[in-house]
């Protein structure tokens, strides 16, 4: 799958930096970045990841200091576009604090003006390594629990694993690959799991605007809607729902 890091010219944005915040988690964990927005019970923090917004619940200490995001902005603010040895210097710097997404377009900057500089290809093989892993790091395999409440014949068993694998489709496409069904288990007469097949049941929840969610309609976009209330937990549309992974309680 192809992506696509930020070039130089759109990270010169970051020149712009205000002090940074950081933010010590009840976690222990420690979440820097450039202050955006608050609310009632949040903040929001720009950094590395893009936007993170963080609960005040979640806070243990807030400070304000000098982290890695504000001090790569002052050192890209600096860099003159057609100093090869000072963009390797920089490539140096985020690639020796594992930021591989901020080191590979400095590193090929510095091969468009250096064509053929040893340590910058060798450091560039070792950032898109970097990256990989990350990204590798970063997926999140699902597994899908579909109970079936009859006993269906082979041929619709079949049919209906194509459907699921099709939202399977929908969902890596949707998150760039990022979120993947890594397992599909279907559960012959049983009522249970993240989505329930019941060929008995031929209602429309909520009124004739809604989609009536008999077995007829069980093709790969509602599935993949209805997976995203099971497995992310996202409410339903509408409360009272009863049906599906809501319980009419949201």
């Known amino acids: 799958m192809k992506r696509f890091p930020p070039t130089l010219a759109f990270l010169t944005f970051l020149a712009s930096l205000a002090s940074a915040d950081m933010l010590l988690l009840k976690n222990r964990s ?3 970045g450039r202050f955006v927005e608050k609310s009632a019970d949040s903040v929001t923090l720009e950094n590395f990841d ?18 890695a ?13 057609s100093d090869a040895d000072a963009t390797y210097a920089l490539s140096k710097w985020c690639r020796d604090r594992r930021l591989w997404a901020q080191a590979k377009p400095l590193l090929e900057k510095t091969l468009e003006l250096k064509p053929g500089q040893k340590a910058a290809t060798k450091d ?9 892993e990350a990204w590798k790091a970063s997926l999140v395999p699902l597994t899908v629990l579909i109970g079936i409440k009859q006993d269906l014949t082979k041929d619709e ?6 459907e699921v694998k099709a939202a399977g489709e929908k969902c890596a496409a ?7 069904f890594a397992e599909i288990v279907l559960s012959d007469q049983k009522a249970e799991g993240h989505l329930v097949y019941d060929s008995d049941f031929t209602g429309t929840p909520n009124g004739r605007w809604c989609i009536p969610m008999g077995t007829r309609n069980w093709f790969a976009r509602v599935i993949f809607h209805e997976l995203g209330h099971a497995l992310l937990d996202l409410d339903d549309e509408y409360k009272g729902a009863g049906y599906g992974a809501n319980t009419g309680e949201s």
């Open 30 to 32: 420690v979440v820097e």
């Open 50 to 67: 893009g936007n993170v917004t963080v609960k005040f619940a979640d806070i243990q200490k807030w400070t304000k200091e000098k982290g």
């Open 69 to 81: 995001f504000e001090v790569y902005g002052e050192k890209l603010a600096k860099l003159k576009g």
């Open 124 to 132: 560039l093989e070792l950032v898109k390594k970097g990256l990989d």
């Open 157 to 162: 068993i079949e049919k209906l694993s194509e």
């Open 174 to 180: 949707a998150t760039h690959g990022a979120m993947y």
